[in-house]
Each structure stands twice: as C-alpha cells, then as structure tokens.
C-alpha cells in the first residue's frame, strides 16, 4: 500500500536558519505530492504540492521538488521565521477503488525560536 | 476560494450524550467530503469517506454506528458521535473535494472541531 515517512521533529532552529524536512514515499502509480502545514489548535493548510516528477512546489519561501528517482519530496526553506512555528505534515495522493485519497505522514513539528 | 468551514470549533460533553459536527464547502460543490481524527502530537487518521446522497464508507476499525455520517448535500457533511465518552476525546477535521474546478486530487480542510468528553 501507499506510505509516507518523514523525520521525526521536533526540529528546533534559531530564526534565519535553514529548514530541511525530510519526506520520502512508497507508491504505486504516479502519486501527486504534497506538503500541508498545521498552525496550533488549527486545522491543515495546504502550503504547496507537486504533481509529476521533477515539478517544484513552492510558496512562502518553502520548496519542495518531485524526486522519482529517489521517491522523495523534501521540504526547504532558506531563512525560517519565529511565524513558521508548526506542524508540517507530508502527503501523497494516489487513485484507488475509492478514488484519490490522501495518505499522510507522522507529521513534523518545528519550533523556530528567536 | 476553496473555504471549508467547521461548526462547532469546539465543544464540552457529557459521557452518554450525542454531538454533531458539521462540515461545509462553502463557496463549491463537494460530492465528496473526508472526515478525519487526530490525536494529540499525531498525524489524521481517516475515519470515514462520505459521499452525496450514498452511504459512507467507514475505514477498518471505525465504527459505523457509533460515528454517523451523512452528506446530504453537496455542500454539507455531518459527524454524529453517538453516545460519547471520553476516549472519543479528540480533533476531528473534515475535508471536501471539490467537484469541478482545480486539481481533481486536490482536498481542502476545515479548520477542525475539539471534542472533549467529560
């Protein structure tokens, strides 16, 4: 079946340091990809996606891009924010019997401190 | 665009009682609608696919008669928790696909409700 795994947080940085996180897959089929980000006591956002290989998301200063080769779909930024404080959590979707569905990661949280 | 709304965002019960949970697309039509839950420091786990006008379709080891859902519009899904108690303590976030428009794969998530059962 379809799987997500991403690092374990929580990540903890300084503001203005470099963000990595990372995400790798396990699907069948050409799976879109995306990122969703969960600030405290709401729901999930969509903070950006991909849907072929080599295709880079970005928004908000974050990137992310497609890799097939390495079923990956890692998430950067090049200067966090104390504002960027959140859960993070990675997905795929992919068509089965029910449709295209979503299957997520654990989650990662970041505490970006000033 | 593309704006899911929860009603009630939060709420306090009582073990035994029912409490519904309304999911809503507001500004598109979903003939599909999601119904997570998510525990504390944990990822969504899917509960339920709900579709217009048919019955929902439960995930293994989520029962049906305990979660009730119905989509009785393409703009409306509810969450019933029927008789409650405290380990159905939780965040419950529904989503919509939307039906025309936008990436077919594409969901959009509503800002969840905190159940919490005394």
């Known amino acids: 079946g379809n799987s997500v795994t991403q690092m374990e947080g929580p990540v903890t940085l300084s503001e203005e340091a470099f963000l990595t996180i990372n995400c790798t897959y396990t699907?069948?089929?050409?799976?879109?990809l995306f990122w969703y980000v969960q600030y405290p006591g709401e729901g999930l956002q969509l903070l950006l996606k991909a849907t072929k290989a080599d295709d880079k998301g970005s928004n908000k200063g974050f990137e992310a891009t497609y890799r097939k080769e390495t079923t990956s779909f890692h998430l950067e930024k090049g200067s966090v924010q104390v504002s960027d404080s959140a859960v993070y959590f990675c997905?795929?979707?992919?068509?089965?019997?029910?449709?295209?569905?979503?299957?997520f990661g654990g989650g990662t949280r970041l505490m970006v401190k000033p | 665009g593309a704006v899911v709304s929860q009603h009630p965002s939060r709420v306090i019960c009582k073990s035994g009682t029912s409490v519904k949970i309304e999911c809503r697309s507001l500004d598109f039509q979903a003939t599909t609608m999601f119904w997570y839950r998510q525990f504390p420091k944990q990822s969504l786990m899917l509960m339920a696919t709900s579709n217009e006008g048919s019955k929902a379709t439960y995930e293994q080891g989520v029962e049906k008669d305990k979660f009730l859902i119905n989509h009785a519009s393409l703009t409306l899904s509810t969450l019933t928790v029927t008789s409650a108690h405290p380990e159905d303590s939780s965040f419950y976030i529904c989503?919509?696909?939307?039906?025309?428009?936008?990436?077919?794969?594409?969901?959009?998530f509503g800002p969840g409700t905190r159940l919490t059962v005394l």
């Open positions: 699907a069948t089929g050409y799976p879109s």
């Open positions: 989503s919509a696909r939307d039906l025309g428009g936008g990436a077919v794969n594409e969901q959009f």
């Open positions: 997905a795929l979707s992919a068509v089965n019997n029910a449709g295209n569905m979503l299957t």
